[in-house]
């Protein structure tokens, strides 16, 4: 079983909907997790991180982590045009191994005007 | 601006040739990394440094090296490239702010290409 799992899609919304992206993750360790968002023919940004679980809310994103279920989300309302790109989650543990980051495969998202 | 550099973005070279990607950043990172992104396979960790003369194996570290002389630069080296080698490179720094804080911070890629 990898260490984490994401769904590469595609997926195709149209544009104002809501989109949900996931990841699941078999490794207890990890405390920090993070969602980049990654533009073709670019370096991956960081969107969003959390550390430990909860939610974290930033404009229209919003971060989910329920490490009881080790699974994490990502939601973004009022989809754009801008934000079709790949989706990466990434996740790393405490301590030294916190600068060790463990990728999804991403998920290509595509918003339809 | 706060960035990472790397250059070559583009390099098309032949096996065995040596080669070396160099990555700079303006940020005082300790923490610099290097990946490699494949289709299918996502990115993958190939080595890593925790400050100058620090560095450890990432999860594909076989036929690559890396130096930390100073803190700013971090190159990865070739020392004979093969087709398998053929991918999508980024180097990538990380602020350390903080036990909560972990923002890593990605070059543009380098795509590398060995015939």
């Known amino acids: 079983q990898k260490e984490v799992e994401q769904d590469p899609g595609p997926l195709s919304v149209p544009e104002g909907a809501i989109v949900s992206l996931n990841c699941t993750y078999s490794n207890s360790a990890f405390q920090y997790f993070m969602w980049y968002r990654q533009y073709s023919r670019k370096g991956p940004e960081l969107l969003m991180y959390?550390?430990?679980?909860g939610n974290k809310e930033d404009g229209r994103f919003t971060a989910q982590v329920d490490k009881s279920s080790k699974y994490i989300s990502l939601f973004i309302r009022d989809s754009q045009p801008s934000d079709s790109a790949t989706y990466l989650c990434?996740?790393?543990?405490?301590?030294?191994?916190?600068?060790?980051?463990?990728f999804g495969k991403g998920t290509k998202l595509s918003v339809i005007p | 601006e706060a960035q990472v550099t790397q250059n070559p973005r583009y390099l098309i070279t032949v096996t065995g040739k040596k080669l070396t990607v160099t990555c700079s950043q303006n940020m005082n990172h300790e923490y610099m990394s290097w990946y490699r992104q494949d289709p299918g396979l996502g990115l993958r960790q190939i080595y890593y440094?925790?400050?100058?003369?620090?560095?450890d194996k990432g999860d594909v570290p076989e036929g690559y090296k890396v130096s930390r002389k100073e803190k700013r630069n971090f190159p990865l080296i070739l020392e004979s490239p093969s087709p398998n080698q053929t991918s999508l490179y980024f180097c990538a720094s990380i602020r350390r702010g903080g036990p909560e804080a972990r923002e890593q911070y990605f070059g543009p890629g380098t795509r590398l290409t060995v015939t």
């Open positions: 440094s925790m400050n100058v003369e620090v560095t």
């Open positions: 959390t550390y430990s679980s």
């Open positions: 990434a996740m790393s543990g405490k301590g030294a191994g916190s600068y060790q980051l463990t």
